[in-house]
């Protein structure tokens, strides 16, 4: 079953801006992660954030876990235009079946 | 240096024909990925191998068949191709669960 479901859809922004994610799931989880995806190519892992950690800071990124909510969101500060891409969320299952589940993902766009 | 590569980036056949996908990472990781994406870029699991070994085998019709010649590699050979097999299929290595690394992607359409 698809987990991960991002919160807004697309999100338009200006250089310099934040840019704010959210993401649900679930089912318990052992660690979330995001990626990122720029047009054309393959996911990249961003950051990841174990069950038992709230806040975890990466550069310009960070991203909070909310296991009673079931929730994570992904800030990017100061925004590039190359931060311009589609962001993924993904969850580790607790259930030890040794995969990802993705969601949606978001599509970000940052305007010069 | 690639950490994970897949062949041929781009692959347009037409209905009914076989193809291949191949796979291949250089990271020494255990457990090797396939997954597709669809033209909304949902992601979804198709086949997981860990050691040469099957492990994740999502609900995908039996013409796809991934083979995997050693840690190393992971195929995807797809018989009899559909209109509806056309879609982006992205290799991905990990050690377990922890963060996957991607390959670039093959594109395949089918007309």
């Known amino acids: 079953s698809q987990q991960g479901e991002e919160d807004p859809q697309a999100l338009s922004i200006q250089e310099g801006e934040n840019a704010t994610m959210n993401c649900s799931y679930k089912?318990?989880?052992?660690?979330l992660q995001w990626y990122r995806q720029n047009s054309g190519r393959g996911l990249v892992h961003l950051i990841l954030i174990r069950s038992n950690e709230r806040e975890k800071h990466s550069g310009r990124l960070r991203v909070t876990l909310d296991t009673s909510k079931k929730s994570s969101s992904l800030l990017i500060t100061a925004s590039r235009a190359a931060d311009t891409a589609s962001y993924f969320c993904a969850t580790d299952s607790s259930y030890g079946n040794n995969r990802l589940a993705f969601g949606k993902g978001n599509q970000v766009v940052v305007i010069p | 240096d690639t950490a994970v590569s897949q062949t041929p980036k781009y692959l347009v056949t037409q209905m009914g024909n076989d193809k291949s996908i191949k796979c291949e990472q250089n990271?020494?990781?255990?457990?090797m990925y396939w997954y597709k994406q669809d033209s909304k870029k949902f992601l979804k699991i198709m086949f997981s191998y860990n050691n040469k070994e099957l492990i994740i085998n999502e609900t995908v019709p039996n013409r796809f068949s991934p083979k995997s010649p050693d840690k190393a590699h992971l195929n995807l050979h797809i018989n009899s191709l559909e209109l509806g097999d056309s879609a982006v299929y992205f290799c991905a290595s990990s050690n377990r669960a922890y963060e996957q690394y991607f390959g670039p992607g093959t594109r395949l359409t089918v007309t």
């Open positions: 990271l020494g990781h255990d457990t």
């Open positions: 089912t318990s989880i052992n660690n």
